[in-house]
């Protein structure tokens, strides 16, 4: 079992930067592969970006390429989000997940472990 607490959200004016973190707890010994997601009101949850148990695969959706970077910490159970160039389409609740594996997953389905999401509030 994993838990998963984000941090960092806020309210940031368009053009700025914020960056989420996300902290794993419980079974951390197994390798597990982690992503943020994101669901703006009225919209369906999201893919914003995936990355490996080693760090050494990344992905991102389309919407965020270029201006969002995930990363996590040298000993796995932190996980960030770097927002670069925030736009208001941006604002959403932001979910971190995890899975056991290796990979860097983009689909929510293979996800099992959910935080309970950190607001962004971009305003133009």
């Known amino acids: 079992q994993l838990q998963l607490v984000e941090s960092g959200g806020g309210l940031v004016q368009a053009g700025g930067s914020l960056t989420l973190s996300c902290a794993a707890s419980?079974?951390?010994?197994?390798?597990?592969?982690m992503g943020w997601f994101r669901q703006a009101p009225g919209k369906e949850r999201e893919f914003v970006a995936a990355?490996?148990?080693?760090?050494?695969?990344?992905d991102y959706g389309d919407s965020v390429r270029g201006r969002f970077t995930i990363s996590r910490s040298l000993a796995k159970n932190w996980l960030y989000l770097q927002m670069n160039s925030l736009q208001p389409e941006d604002t959403a609740l932001y979910y971190c997940?995890?899975?056991?594996?290796?990979?860097?997953?983009?689909?929510?389905?293979?996800?099992?472990?959910w935080g309970q999401g950190t607001q962004v509030t971009v305003s133009s």
């Open positions: 419980g079974r951390t010994s197994r390798s597990y592969g």
């Open positions: 997940a995890a899975e056991y594996g290796y990979g860097a997953y983009r689909a929510q389905e293979t996800y099992n472990y």
């Open positions: 990355i490996s148990w080693s760090a050494g695969s990344t």
